[in-house]
């Protein structure tokens, strides 16, 4: 695929897109952006401000001053800055802070897979392959507990399971920038699905759009 391309993955909590997202970005040469750290750093930075407690005035100070370095922070991916990054990812300046960044990494002209909330309905409506990656909630919360535990945390079924729920249900109902399929995104649901059997379903998407273009259409 030559020249600009932009692969949109967006879904719940640990759905896949991510594995997926980087599997895609090697396969392809494009470059990945886990969009999900953004909101990660400024609900880690926020938390720390806050001494616990979320405010709005420093999730959005958190989220006009983010570096590239804060992307490399550790506990970015523990559970309790996680609900602290959809409490941050709930509010409208926060996202508008951090828009530009994402729009000109999808724009980079080898082509790009960001992953996320809202790519394929805000940050890139017109990106070229849209998929919204969905699994069962059991099945998630068994992949986030397993993943968890070989990093060493101590993670029990029902915690991370209510944990994805509570988030799930905050990033579904806020109103801006709600989690939920852009209207030509193709559902891709991984529940009794091998994460190679996933990355060949996106593979075939991608690989069809691109000799459609090739072809001029
Ligand atoms: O990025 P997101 O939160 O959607 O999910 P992830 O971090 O890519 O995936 C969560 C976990 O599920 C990882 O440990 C993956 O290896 C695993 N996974 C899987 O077992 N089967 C799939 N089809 C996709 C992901
Ligand atoms: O890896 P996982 O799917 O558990 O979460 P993540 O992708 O790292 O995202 C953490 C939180 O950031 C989400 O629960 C959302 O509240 C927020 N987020 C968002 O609002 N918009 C995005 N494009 C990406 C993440």
Do not use: N, W
């Not at 006009?64 to 602290?84: F, H, I, K, S, T």
């Not at 392959?129 to 699994?135: D, G």
């Not at 209510?162 to 991984?190: C, F, G, N, S, Y």
């Amino acid at each position: 695929c030559a020249g600009r391309f932009v692969v949109a993955l967006d879904g719940p909590a640990a759905a896949g897109k991510g594995t997926i997202a980087r599997a895609l970005a090697a396969r392809f040469g494009f470059a990945h952006l886990d969009t999900g750290l953004l909101y990660r750093a400024v609900g880690r930075k926020a938390l720390a401000a806050g001494g616990g407690a979320i405010r709005p005035e420093d999730a959005i100070r958190a989220a006009r001053a983010l570096r590239a370095e804060d992307l490399q922070a550790p506990g970015l991916r523990d559970p309790q800055v996680g609900q602290a990054a959809s409490q941050a990812a709930a509010l409208p300046e926060v996202r508008a802070a951090l828009l530009d960044f994402q729009r000109a990494f999808a724009a980079r002209p080898g082509g790009a897979v960001l992953d996320g909330r809202d790519i394929g309905t805000v940050i890139c409506p017109d990106a070229d392959v849209k998929l919204f990656v969905t699994a069962s909630d059991e099945v998630r919360a068994r992949r986030r507990c397993a993943e968890l535990r070989a990093g060493g945390a101590e993670a029990t079924f029902e915690q991370v399971l209510e944990d994805l729920r509570r988030r799930d249900a905050r990033d579904a109902a806020r109103e801006a920038a709600p989690m939920k399929p852009a209207p030509d995104a193709v559902l891709l649901d991984t529940t009794k699905l091998s994460i190679d059997a996933a990355v060949a379903q996106a593979a075939a998407l991608i690989e069809r759009k691109c000799a459609g273009r090739a072809g001029g259409g």
